[in-house]
């Protein structure tokens, strides 16, 4: 081989070395966000294996619990065997439905108001009555400060519940018996307490089963992509590897061969 011919050769092997260098890089690099998103879809997965749903549980006549996701309707509507709550925003207002709202503005008084529930209510709705217009039996005047409408969407919404009692942005109170006698008339048996959401007995915590059955195939379907772009980069990399070795061989072979020409060339003209 001569020197110029020789010295090509080597520009050529040059030039495939930095050309199997720079794509080495590369395929390291996106191994690299292969491992950012392994990372990423891992922390997905544990933030759903700790979401949870906030549930209401109520009892039957024979005793038996069920759990329903919590909603402001489950909380607040008249049930038998259940405790009687209200949601207060952050006026200290008792965020009704609109169903409660419109039969409070269309009655006078208490007994206008009952008129317009099933009988065996008769006392849960006495005390919703006392929570909006105080401790009259007329319609107070000043009563509309004491409540605020909670629309049908909201009320029916488990997400929203949630969210608004995890954030603070609404409190508890809950109907509470106090000691009586013969005196004592039924609105003022009846205080209204707050309570913590996380205190509240028939409100609990489980694992959203629905969100985590969806991470858990989101996350193995994700991972065997990122497997499976992974053998391929180490593929590339072993066989670029290979090759960068075989180049560098040969680069120093037809080096060595340059050398030794230059130096007869040398020699002869010594």
Do not use: C
């Amino acid at each position: 081989m001569g020197m110029a011919a020789g010295q090509a050769r080597l520009l050529s092997i040059t030039q495939r070395l930095n050309d199997n260098e720079l794509k080495a890089q590369s395929i390291t690099r996106a191994k690299t966000r292969l491992s950012d998103s392994m990372s990423a879809i891992g922390e997905e997965y544990i933030e759903a294996l700790n979401r949870t749903q906030l549930k209401y549980s109520t009892y039957d006549a024979e005793g038996n619990v069920s759990y329903q996701k919590l909603t402001g309707a489950l909380l607040t509507e008249y049930s038998p065997l259940k405790n009687q709550y209200v949601i207060v925003n952050a006026f200290g207002q008792a965020m009704v439905s609109e169903k409660d709202a419109s039969n409070f503005e269309n009655s006078s008084s208490l007994e206008e108001f009952l008129e317009k529930y099933d009988a065996d209510a008769k006392d849960w709705y006495t005390n919703l009555w006392y929570r909006m217009n105080g401790n009259d039996d007329s319609k107070s005047s000043a009563s509309q400060q004491s409540w605020a409408i909670l629309s049908d969407a909201d009320m029916n919404s488990s997400k929203w519940i949630q969210y608004a009692l995890q954030s603070g942005v609404v409190t508890l109170e809950q109907a509470q018996y106090t000691e009586q006698d013969e005196t004592e008339n039924s609105k003022e048996n009846i205080e209204w307490k707050s309570v913590t959401y996380t205190s509240a007995l028939d409100i609990v915590e489980e694992s959203d089963d629905t969100d985590l059955a969806k991470a858990e195939a989101e996350y193995n379907l994700a991972l065997q992509e990122i497997q499976s772009k992974d053998k391929v980069y180490d593929s590339q990399l072993k066989q670029l590897d290979t090759e960068h070795s075989a180049l560098e061989t040969e680069y120093d072979s037809v080096k060595t061969t340059v050398e030794k020409n230059m130096e007869r060339s040398f020699k002869a003209f010594s």
